[in-house]
């Protein structure tokens, strides 16, 4: 049984920045969150979940383009947390945020990923 949970999201002034979290958590054997990639996808409404950043186990990161210079995604495997730093938001960056597990290599499908939060909303105004 695995859960992901977020936390970090709210209401912030265009040009600000936000910190997301998200929590792993498992009973598996020790090591597995480190084969597991991790990814912050995001869906407005009346629009598609679209994937914003992903980590995979060697640490290599990918993100979508529009994000690109702006956001970062980490992990730290000891705490089995993932965060995605967003500087300079934009208010086209508003949406529910979620982030999703899978173990081995990182994809930008949605329905690549088995395990999934609840999600965090943020929300840019200009």
């Known amino acids: 049984q695995v859960s992901v949970m977020e936390s970090g999201g709210g209401s912030v002034q265009a040009g600000g920045s936000q910190t997301l979290s998200c929590v792993f958590d498992g009973a598996f054997e020790v090591g597995y969150f480190e084969f597991t990639c991790m990814a912050w996808f995001r869906q407005a409404p009346g629009k598609e979940r679209e994937a914003v950043a992903d980590?995979?186990?060697?640490?290599?990161?990918t993100y979508t383009e529009s994000v690109k210079g702006r956001f970062t995604i980490s992990r730290d495997n000891a705490q089995k947390t993932v965060y995605l730093q967003m500087n300079s938001l934009k208010p086209e960056d508003t949406g529910m945020y979620y982030c999703?597990?899978?173990?081995?290599?990182?994809?930008?499908?949605?329905?690549?990923?088995?395990?999934w939060g609840q999600g965090t909303q943020v929300t840019v105004s200009s």
């Open positions: 999703a597990a899978r173990l081995g290599l990182c994809t930008p499908r949605p329905a690549d990923f088995r395990d």
């Open positions: 980590i995979d186990r060697s640490y290599a990161t």
